[in-house]
C-alpha cells in the first residue's frame, strides 16, 4: 500500500487573500499541490501549470453525492 503524506504551508499571520497550499504525495512521488482559497480550491497536478479549479459548492455537491457527480461529468463528456 502506498504511503501519503502531505506537506502544508500556511501564512505566519492572518492576511487578506493569502492561499493555503498543501502539496500530496504517494510514496516518494508528488500527486500535485492543492491551493485553498476562500473562493475555491485549485487542483495542480504534478508537472502541471494550469490549475484545475472548483468552487466549494461543487466540492460539497461532489462529495455528497459522489456517485450522481461522475455520472453527471460522464454525461458531459459524451460516455
Given at each position: 500500500?502506498?504511503?501519503?503524506?502531505?506537506?502544508?504551508?500556511?501564512?505566519?499571520k492572518p492576511?487578506?487573500?493569502?492561499?493555503?497550499?498543501?502539496?500530496?504525495?504517494?510514496?516518494?512521488?508528488?500527486?500535485?499541490?492543492?491551493?485553498?482559497?476562500?473562493?475555491?480550491?485549485?487542483?495542480?497536478?504534478?508537472?502541471?501549470?494550469?490549475?484545475?479549479?472548483?468552487?466549494?459548492?461543487?466540492?460539497?455537491?461532489?462529495?455528497?453525492d459522489p456517485?450522481?457527480?461522475?455520472?453527471?461529468?460522464?454525461?458531459?463528456?459524451?460516455?
Amino acid at each position: 500500500m502506498p504511503r501519503h503524506h502531505i506537506e502544508i504551508s500556511l501564512p505566519t499571520k492572518p492576511l487578506k487573500n493569502v492561499d493555503t497550499t498543501i502539496a500530496v504525495w504517494s510514496d516518494d512521488e508528488k500527486l500535485g499541490e492543492m491551493r485553498i482559497s476562500r473562493g475555491s480550491l485549485d487542483w495542480i497536478p504534478s508537472g502541471a501549470q494550469i490549475p484545475r479549479r472548483i468552487t466549494w459548492e461543487n466540492l460539497a455537491y461532489l462529495l455528497n453525492d459522489p456517485d450522481r457527480a461522475l455520472q453527471a461529468l460522464r454525461r458531459a463528456d459524451g460516455q
